[in-house]
């Protein structure tokens, strides 16, 4: 990033950081917890221990960081190489990121930026219609629709861990993530020392990853004996059987014809049932347990929007809520062909144009690349 | 307090009580070196026997001589520490597992009217800390005491979302709650093995011990390896000497398998050079953390056929026959 686009976004940043105090707290246990952060054109400081607020704010002021990262796992020795740190355990996280959720709508918002000339075009080209380079980069826009469905996945989320897991609702913190999606940190002793595997297996679970017909009474031979699951059951098998079956009156009827229909069928349902019920989070998140993961309050250097917690997941709109740069007026060289909204306000589209924005949007499509400071 | 009998122990002689048991009966091993007791060291030795061909020793525990079921063991210890050979005690250790294995099961499943419930419950959260509940003739235990035992198993009927659970709990048969415990059951078996030292033995032991010791002999180094390399490592050697690119996955399986063949990170190098983005450092680099020569410290282990078929890096021929992670292949055990 080129050094007049880093001091503008620095001072936005540093501004929050300096007035913002209320929303930026260190996670529980936050002396057993390694802390990282990353500056503007440079590599990641990790390894370090934050004891309480008051030195993560001392830490934020002195280094404007643009991104800051905080452990799952507790450790004995958090300052230590990771070979030394003495893992005790680490809460479960999820990431839900509406770029991996397959949606229709992200053609409409995703910017293909050359890699070569920073030419910026709406639609996929083989070649940069300026440069004929056909390396690009993908910038995507905030979006109504990728923050509802992504919400809708948290749901589900929720749903399953609450019910299946026993994990009460108080366990669960939902995050909006800064960018395109959300966070969760589950913190439940139960769960606490589940090593990589064992984290692999649950998100399998989650995501409905590896069922066999078996499992839901379907047999390969002899298939006439098969029994379904039931309406009122639990956990994946209940879920299955209201799906497939939609009421209590219609299950024997249905029942019969997924029989009939035989094994590889209904293999192909769950397969379905796979798409449309299994949770889409990111596996790797998850199976992590040595993850600094974005810290709550501090700024997604992505987007300039802040990671706040979500306390009414439904009413949240996060391009409202974690808008949370000053609103003063910069100018910059915008080049943004894709009309982006925040804090209720429209904003562009620009085509390589001066223009006079609030902050909050200038830094944004600063950090989106898609402007550059004056 | 739960009683535990001697009908008990004779099922569970691996159990602390048991010792306790041998002590009350004020019997020494100096005692049991008498001529008397040969058949108990005999039976021992049957024990032993039959346990290092891979067979479950069964018990009549219907006859009335249960206190000789209970010795054999506790003397079947002490012929192993004396021979001192690890693959007898291993092989001593997974037989007898089994064989309290299909007694919890049964115990489990005659008494899941909760009536006699305590003693298999008991062993299972006392040796093991897990606790096992009885929901409608069905055990259940929490979710991560299960995930932290059944992520070990590769069968897909394991995975949780083949289960049922429900409120924080997964149900499971008698049969599943013993299987899900078996290898901790043959560790803790070998662990209370390892931890008995033996001294001197009577006179009467030693021959028995001898045969025990040549015994062994039959197990020593009898695995062939072959040299050939398994067909997807094959494939991905191809693929970089080609100088086309091998996907991340693809790199790992070769260093995870080739350091578990022994080789070093300085040997493996070399083979990365015609990959298209080849950089000595970032190699070396990549290769000493998987090894666990850096970074965290954690030794990599090449991935399952599984996760390979998954990854379209399996490329499997006859030569597989079965195995399970591609480390295996070739080796193949002569028959003693």
Redesign the interface.
């Known amino acids: 990033m080129i050094e007049k686009d880093v001091s503008l976004i620095q001072s936005a940043f540093k501004e929050y950081y300096f007035n913002r105090f209320d929303l930026i707290h260190v996670p529980q246990r936050a002396t057993e917890r390694e802390f990282g952060y990353q500056k503007f054109n440079s590599g990641m400081t990790r390894h370090l221990v934050v004891k309480n607020d008051k030195e993560l704010h001392l830490l934020l002021m002195r280094e404007v960081p643009s991104d800051v990262y905080c452990s799952n796992a507790y450790y004995t020795f958090p300052n230590l190489p ?2 030394e740190k003495d893992w005790k355990g680490a809460d479960l996280i999820f990431d839900i990121d509406a770029k991996d959720l397959g949606l229709s709508c992200r053609k409409d918002h995703t910017v293909f930026k050359c890699s070569s000339c920073n030419n910026h075009a709406t639609e996929f080209r083989s070649q940069c219609a300026k440069c004929g380079s056909p390396k690009f980069e993908t910038v995507s826009v905030g979006c109504k629709n990728c923050i509802s469905e992504s919400k809708k996945e948290v749901t589900k989320l929720v749903d399953i861990i609450t ?5 009460s609702k108080e366990q669960v913190e939902v995050y909006f993530s800064g960018n395109e999606g959300f966070h969760l940190r589950v913190t439940n002793v ?2 606490e ?3 990589s ?2 984290r ?3 998100v ?2 989650l995501m ?5 017909p ?2 839901f009474g379907m047999k390969r031979q002899d298939n006439s004996k098969s029994s379904l699951p039931t309406f009122d ?5 209940g879920r299955v059987a209201r799906r497939l079956f939609s009421s209590k009156s219609k299950a024997p009827k249905i029942t019969r014809e997924i029989i009939a229909s035989g094994y590889s069928a209904f293999q192909v349902q769950l397969e379905e049932i796979k798409k449309t019920m299994g949770v889409r989070v990111d596996p790797k998140v998850t199976m992590d347990i ?1 993850r600094i993961f974005r810290l709550e309050g501090s700024i997604n250097s992505k987007s300039g929007l802040s990671k706040i917690h979500c306390t009414n997941l439904d009413s949240f709109d996060p391009y409202l809520e974690a808008c949370l740069l000053g609103d003063d007026t910069v100018d910059i060289i915008a080049d943004c062909p894709v009309q982006i909204r925040l804090k209720n306000k429209k904003f562009g589209p620009y085509h390589t144009e001066k223009v006079s924005l609030p902050k909050y949007a200038a830094v944004y499509m600063l950090c989106k690349g898609l402007g550059n400071a004056v | 307090m739960l009683k535990i009998g001697v009908k008990d122990l004779a099922k569970y002689p691996f159990l602390t009580e048991a010792g306790e048991y041998l002590r009350n009966t004020g019997l020494s091993l100096e005692q049991l070196g008498h001529s008397d007791w040969q058949p108990i060291v005999e039976k021992a030795y049957g024990r032993i026997v039959v346990a290092s061909s891979g067979q479950i020793y069964g018990s009549d525990l219907e006859g009335l001589d249960n206190d000789s079921e209970l010795l054999s063991f506790l003397v079947a210890i002490i012929l192993l520490k004396s021979a001192g050979i690890a693959t007898l005690i291993r092989r001593f250790s997974l037989a007898e597992s089994r064989r309290a294995e299909r007694y919890l099961q049964q115990d489990l499943w005659v008494s899941r009217d909760k009536k006699n419930l305590e003693l298999p419950l008991k062993i299972i959260q006392d040796l093991f800390s897990i606790n096992v509940s009885i929901d409608n003739e069905e055990f259940v235990i929490k979710v991560p005491d299960y995930l932290q035992r059944a992520v070990h198993f590769h069968e897909k009927e394991w995975k949780l979302v083949n289960r049922r659970v429900a409120n924080g709990f997964v149900y499971l048969s008698a049969h599943e709650t013993v299987r899900l415990i078996r290898t901790e059951l043959g560790e803790y078996i070998n662990a209370k093995i390892q931890s008995v030292s033996v001294d001197s033995i009577p006179q009467s032991f030693k021959s028995r011990v001898d045969d025990l010791v040549a015994l062994a002999k039959k197990f020593s180094d009898t695995t062939y390896v072959s040299s050939e390399y398994p067909p997807c490592v094959k494939h991905g050697i191809e693929v970089l000497e080609k100088g086309e690119n091998l996907p991340h996955s693809g790199r790992f399986l070769l260093a995870t398998y080739l350091l578990s063949k022994g080789q070093t990170v300085d040997q493996i190098a070399p083979l990365f050079k015609n990959a298209p983005d080849y950089n000595e450092r970032t190699t070396k680099y990549q290769l000493e953390h998987i090894s666990g020569s850096s970074g965290s410290g954690t030794k990599y282990q090449c991935p399952s056929c599984e996760k390979l078929r998954s990854e379209s890096l399996c490329f499997a021929t006859p030569d597989c026959d079965g195995i399970i992670n591609p480390v295996q292949f070739g080796k193949k055990r002569k028959s003693p």
């Open positions: 990771m070979s019910t299946d897991l026993n994990v139960d769960y020392q589940l090593g595997q064992e692999a297996d649950l399998d679970y409905f990853n590896g069922a066999v078996e499992s059951e639990k956990g994946w098998r040595h």
